[in-house]
């Protein structure tokens, strides 16, 4: 029954090649689907792990290779690019898998313009036994998706480099003021100790602009790294405060051996 809605045979190699064409080189071992028929909007496949027992415990490779009949139902197309697995709304097993299964997929939806497309995978054993339901099963291109405006007009909705006239030659326009307003700007400068917000508020004042300078707190920036740095300094020049082991005693309240030999002993 299945293969009257999908009467065309197509060569397991031009299945593969078409999908390498599309950016996705399956390897041997990922090579599971062994025989394809085609029909509209659907395809069947037949899925074996090659090189073994069709009655052996199925392989993960088994149900990967039932999800790529899917590509094989959908149009063909040069243009239609390259579609990755995104989703899943449903998974149904109904019993373990064998290492030969039949896939039989059909498209729910295709939406080109969103570059998506919804479909149900159905796998079967060889007497047409329902082993798992895969249900709505997305794909998404890996091509970006048109951009669209606002109102749904297909006018891209993004910016666009425009040219803006600029103003006569003769006319000086400054940073922070506007051209040919005559106004003042109004500058907010942070400044550290290194001097430079200085001379540049200072620039800016005798042009006639307002500037507004905040002022680091000690131990930002520059003011930090010194401090450490002359900690530092200092604890490398004080002079150590322990006495060398021989000066040392120590105190014992239970005898009156002298210290020193006390000391000598423990060592």
Request: proline letters at 10%.
């Amino acid at each position: 029954m299945l293969r009257g809605g999908c009467p065309l045979e197509v060569p397991v190699d031009h299945f593969y090649d078409g999908l390498r064409e599309r950016g996705l080189a399956y390897g041997p071992a990922f090579r599971t689907v062994t025989r394809i028929w085609r029909g509209s909007g659907q395809a069947l496949g037949q899925v074996q792990m090659v090189g073994s027992d069709p009655e052996d415990p199925a392989d993960p490779l088994v149900l990967d290779g039932c999800l790529q009949v899917l590509a094989a139902a959908m149009p063909d197309d040069p243009d239609r690019g390259t579609y990755l697995p995104d989703a899943v709304a449903e998974l149904r097993m109904y019993d373990r898998l064998p290492r030969r299964v039949f896939s039989h997929a059909t498209l729910r939806t295709a939406e080109p313009d969103a570059g998506a497309v919804t479909g149900d995978v159905r796998v079967l054993d060889g007497s047409g036994r329902v082993l798992a339901d895969i249900l709505g099963l997305r794909l998404v291109s890996t091509r970006p998706a048109a951009p669209q405006g606002p109102d749904g007009s297909g006018e891209p909705a993004m910016y666009e480099p425009v040219w803006v006239p600029a103003p006569d030659a003769g006319e000086q326009v400054l940073p922070g003021r506007p051209a040919g307003s005559g106004e003042p700007g109004r500058w907010l400068i942070f400044a550290d100790a290194g001097g430079v917000a200085a001379r540049v508020a200072e620039h800016l004042t005798a042009r006639g602009d307002a500037c507004t300078t905040v002022r680091c707190a000690p131990g930002d920036s520059t003011d930090r790294l010194q401090a450490k740095q002359r900690l530092n300094a200092s604890r490398s020049a004080r002079p150590s405060m322990r006495s060398p082991p021989e000066t040392r005693r120590r105190q014992h309240p239970k005898t009156d051996i002298p210290a020193s030999r006390v000391w000598h002993s423990a060592c």
